[in-house]
């Protein structure tokens, strides 16, 4: 998502944070900006759209001097991506970047603004410039302001913030979001927000932990623990390799995006939830005035989202929902009635067949929205209202936390409907928003299950297929499942509803046909388990899923035991993609390119 790069010295301070920013690009981005506080001057310059604009704009500004600069590039949350919303964010002698999200901001606006500061922007960002410039007005030093300034912001966040009072420090702090510090030979200070900038300038590094807070000067690198204590930095080497730092060490970048899921769902869910209900600042609740009904759109993984989806409208929201794939609906001529929502499901925003649903919806006059990751996307851009999944960049083309985050927002957006309709009494509704906190734990990745996976994969790599099988909502899970290995192994595989083997596929049962079989303890248990007795009978080779031992398996992979069947569809969603990254790569596939795939279909 965003990306944050500082520098203090005396080395041409522009082009460093250009670079970093550069760096950072692979991360994604929307605008982007920097601000650089030189001979007690500061000089901004923000653009919407690549870097080159951004360079363009600079090409006359000279930093040769010492020189204070931070720089940001922007994946918008809250507000467009417009110049204004771009970082760095400015009070009257101060600018800050920031990544993730302040959750009390709207109520640290309306204060200030009461007192009758002036915000430019649309973003939380801007709070923290406000509010650092009002604690300076009352305090003794700019440290003592900004440490007051970070005790009063609730959320995320890495900060970086400058300051014309104390002109030769920048200001930093950690909670949830990444930041590090590095040193160069002529002990010069970088920041950013991951270690790619940093290489070639700095060989060592200091991570931030959370809670970490304090100000970096020419001579100094002073660090404040979560309570206040000063501590010192611990600087560890730096890889000088690029493209494994964008890795983050990790092999592949679906099995970085795979460790991810825990942290971009803790941002999926960040200022939306409360005791109360769901909050989607984003939609006008009157989107489901004259509602009867809900239509989802959508191809492959985000396909299978919205099939998950369907189970929890119906269940929770008790409103009338279908899924179609998308490629079909364009051209079968469907009914479209005026008290249908019509919504589609997207990673990239950009998927041909199911934009052209979206066209097709709008032209016959259904009110649209659209679940994306990708702001200002086409489909962002067409429908009516938008709820962004913020699973940041996916790069791998097997998608992995798009779906982890698409089928967290059908889940609110179940008890968004839930409350708007009064299908769901508060104290229902209050306990599924209890449970959708423990998803971030849920979608942790534990070492114990990914090594024993690991090693279960070599039992996997021949045979003549795969059955993926689930009951209810783990139906589409499995579906997925079977999609994940089918793209990276080449593998054949099905997903299928476990009650329907008996019509029909069984009849492949034997040893060298794989069933993997999905047993959620919390969602008909035992009605799963008799089908899955049936596969055994005829000697399919079983590897169970589930919190339950099985003893009819031939493989079980445990999950941990949880209150509700949500969490195990979490748990059990990391374990297939786990399982499919490591049949791949022990056949030697590209997991992150595999043949024949795009990560954006474009075309028909
Ligand atoms: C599977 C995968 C594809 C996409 C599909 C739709 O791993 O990535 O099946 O889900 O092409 O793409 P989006 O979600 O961008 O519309």
Redesign the pocket.
């Known amino acids: 998502m965003c990306g944050i790069v500082g520098y203090i010295g005396k080395k041409n301070t522009k082009e460093i944070l250009l670079e970093g920013l550069k760096e950072l690009e692979y991360r994604g981005y929307d605008s982007a900006g920097i601000a650089v506080l030189q001979h007690d001057n500061f000089e901004s310059y923000k653009a919407v759209g690549k870097l080159v604009n951004l360079e363009e704009k600079t090409k006359d500004f000279i930093t040769q001097d010492f020189a204070v600069g931070i720089g940001h590039t922007r994946w918008a949350t809250h507000g467009k991506p417009t110049e204004l919303n771009a970082h760095p964010h400015l009070g009257e002698s101060s600018y800050v970047v920031h990544n993730g999200i302040i959750e009390n901001y709207a109520k640290l606006k309306k204060e200030l603004m009461s007192e009758g500061v002036t915000f430019l922007s649309q973003t939380d960002t801007e709070v923290i410039v406000h509010l650092f410039e009002k604690n300076l007005k009352s305090a003794s030093s700019a440290l003592e302001a900004f440490t007051k300034t970070i005790s009063q912001l609730h959320g995320a966040y890495a900060i970086l913030l400058v300051t014309k009072s104390e002109d030769e420090s920048i200001f930093f702090a950690k909670h949830g979001s990444p930041m590090l510090v590095g040193i160069d030979a002529q002990n010069d200070k970088y920041f950013a927000s991951s270690d790619t900038p940093l290489i070639g300038h700095c060989t060592d590094v200091n991570y931030f932990e959370d809670g970490d807070y304090g100000y970096v000067s020419p001579n100094a690198i002073v660090i404040f623990d979560k309570d206040g204590n000063k501590k010192n930095p611990r600087f560890t080497k730096l890889t000088q390799n690029k493209l494994s730092a964008q890795k983050n060490g990790f092999r592949f970048f679906m099995e970085k995006e795979i460790y991810e899921q825990s942290d971009v769902i803790t941002d999926t869910l960040l200022g939306r939830l409360s005791d109360e209900g769901i909050v989607f600042d984003e939609l006008d609740a009157s989107l489901f005035d004259g509602i009867n009904e809900i239509k989802l759109c959508?191809?492959?993984?985000?396909y299978h989202s919205a099939l998950s989806a369907t189970y929890l409208f119906e269940r929770y929201a008790k409103i009338k929902t279908s899924v179609e794939v998308a490629s079909e609906f364009r051209y079968r001529s469907p009914i479209m009635s005026k008290d249908t929502l019509f919504v589609v499901i997207?990673?990239?925003g950009?998927?041909a067949d199911?934009l052209e649903t979206l066209k097709m919806a709008k032209a016959a006059g259904l009110k649209t929205l659209v679940i994306c990751n990708v702001d200002n996307s086409s489909m962002v851009r067409l429908a009516d209202a938008c709820i962004l999944t913020r699973a940041g960049v996916e790069k791998g083309?097997?998608?992995t936390k798009?779906f982890a985050t698409q089928v967290m927002v059908f889940w609110m957006l179940s008890m968004y409907v839930a409350k708007l309709k009064n299908s769901l009494d508060a104290k229902e509704i209050a306990k599924q928003i209890a449970l959708m906190r423990q998803v971030p734990l849920s979608t942790k990745v534990s070492d114990v299950t990914h090594e024993h996976i690991k090693r279960l994969s070599k039992r996997y790599l021949h045979g003549h297929g795969f059955f993926f099988i689930g009951r209810d909502i783990f139906y589409p899970l499995a579906l997925e499942g079977a999609?994940?290995l089918k793209?990276i192994s080449y593998l054949h595989a099905e997903g299928y509803p476990s009650g329907e083997m008996k019509h029909g596929p069984i009849a492949l049962a034997d040893p060298e046909l794989f069933t993997i079989a999905l047993l959620p303890q919390h969602l008909l248990y035992e009605k799963a388990k008799s089908n899955v007795e049936e596969l055994s009978a005829r000697d399919s080779t079983i590897c169970a899923i589930s919190a339950l031992e099985f003893d009819k398996a031939d493989d079980f992979i445990p999950i941990s035991s949880c209150q509700d069947y949500m969490l195990e569809f979490f748990e059990m969603m990391v374990v297939l993609q786990l399982l499919s990254l490591e049949i791949s790569v022990r056949l030697g596939n590209d997991v992150d390119m595999p043949r024949n795939l795009a990560k954006?279909?474009t075309v028909e």
């Open positions: 959508a191809c492959g993984t985000s997207s990673q990239s950009e998927t199911t083309v097997a998608s798009a999609l994940k793209e954006s279909v």
